[in-house]
């Protein structure tokens, strides 16, 4: 079982920064691939970015250069540091975590990234 508790997210102006924290606890952090989801109103939810287990990373066309996916797994805590933000990068982001070997996956609460002068 894994709990995953995001937070960062917040109202920032086109082009802004924001990071967000993904903390987890309860396994056995470093066996699980990471990733970043998010979902905008009306919109199914996509996968932002992704880290595994040993520290590949991989990202949807559309952040590619202004997002940055990391862990830390000392801290059992992910991290997205999101640059020169724009209004469609608005929407909630939820934290994952996938266990490759059973596919089992679980899932935050969210967070709400508003971009908007």
């Known amino acids: 079982q894994v709990q995953l508790v995001e937070s960062g997210g917040g109202l920032v102006h086109p082009g802004g920064s924001l990071r967000l924290s993904c903390a987890a606890s309860?396994?056995?952090?470093?066996?699980?691939?990471m990733g970043w989801y998010r979902q905008a109103p009306g919109k199914q939810r996509e996968l932002v970015a992704l880290?595994?287990?040993?520290?590949?990373?991989n990202y949807v066309d559309s952040v590619k250069g202004r997002f940055t996916i990391s862990r830390d797994n000392a801290k059992n805590t992910m991290y997205l540091q999101m640059n020169s933000l724009k209004p469609e990068d608005t929407a909630v982001y939820y934290c994952?975590?996938?266990?490759?070997?059973?596919?089992?996956?679980?899932w935050g609460q969210g967070t709400q990234v508003t971009v908007s002068s």
């Open positions: 994952n975590a996938l266990r490759v070997a059973t596919l089992v996956q679980y």
């Open positions: 309860g396994s056995i952090f470093s066996r699980y691939a």
């Open positions: 880290i595994t287990s040993g520290g590949i990373t």
